[in-house]
T-cell receptor, first 114, second 114 residues
Framework: DGGITQSPKYLFRKEGQNVTLSCEQN?????MYWYRQDPGQGLRLIYY???????QKGDIAEGYSVSREKKESFPLTVTSAQKNPTAFYLC?????????????FGPGTRLTVT | AQSVTQLDSHVSVSEGTPVLLRCNYS??????LFWYVQHPNKGLQLLLK??????LVKGINGFEAEFKKSETSFHLTKPSAHMSDAAEYFC????????????FGGGTRVLVKP
């Protein structure tokens, strides 16, 4: 059963701690993306990766970091430098970012930082 | 630069009546356009996509959208709303000028009354 998995579904952290969100896909997609969604707003791009060992900043990369060591995996670290980390985080993948293919989304991780 | 404007933040319809969600876009090149649906605390699911083929696009669950270049619009319709259509809907544009990244509208929340 192909798809994108994100874990955990809910995550709670204390302010000042780094936290890593998992994203795995078995669709054999080249490109992967991380988005942030805040209540009543659309999605904003944090980071994206077109191939293994390469990634680019999106529109709101400050306070976040990523790695792409394997094609299937694209973990996102929310660092203590992120001023307002509480949000719903969505991971997505697509066949190839060289063409405007649709993106497939995971179920999301809701992060709450207190 | 590309952008998307969803003209209604909330739409309320009665079950069995038509649904119309309005979307206008701006893009330097011939765009690809998508509609996604998001149920509460879930990821996004692709409803339909336009990629320069037929201007009337049929999607899943009885939804369809019409691409009108002269009006820069891509409105989403469904002839008869079902209770399960209650969700948030996002209009999304992508194009080569923006590196094929997705730009999301702010979303339209649909309420279906029995």
């Amino acid at each position: 059963d192909g798809g994108i998995t994100q874990s955990p579904k809910y995550l709670f952290r204390k302010e000042g701690q780094n936290v890593t969100l998992s994203c795995e896909q078995n669709l054999n997609h080249d490109a992967m993306y991380w988005y942030r969604q805040d209540p009543g707003q659309g999605l904003r791009l944090i980071y994206y990766s077109q191939i293994v060992n390469d990634f680019q900043k999106g529109d709101i990369a400050e306070g976040y970091s990523v790695s792409r060591e394997k094609k299937e995996s694209f973990p996102l670290t929310v660092t203590s430098a992120q001023k307002n980390p509480t949000a719903f985080y969505l991971c997505a993948s697509s066949i190839d970012s060289g063409l405007p293919y649709e993106q497939y989304f995971g179920p999301g991780t809701r992060l709450t930082v207190t | 630069a590309q952008s998307v404007t969803q003209l209604d933040s909330h739409v309320s319809v009665s079950e069995g009546t038509p649904v119309l969600l309005r979307c206008n876009y701006s893009s330097s090149y011939s765009p690809s356009l998508f509609w996604y649906v998001q149920h509460p605390n879930k990821g996004l699911q692709l409803l339909l996509k336009y990629t320069s083929a037929a201007t009337l696009v049929k999607g899943i669950n009885g939804f369809e959208a019409e691409f009108k270049k002269s009006e820069t619009s891509f409105h989403l319709t469904k002839p008869s709303a079902h209770m399960s259509d209650a969700a948030e809907y996002f209009c999304v544009v992508s194009g080569r000028a923006a590196g094929n990244k997705l730009t999301f509208g702010g979303g339209t929340r649909v309420l279906v009354k029995p």
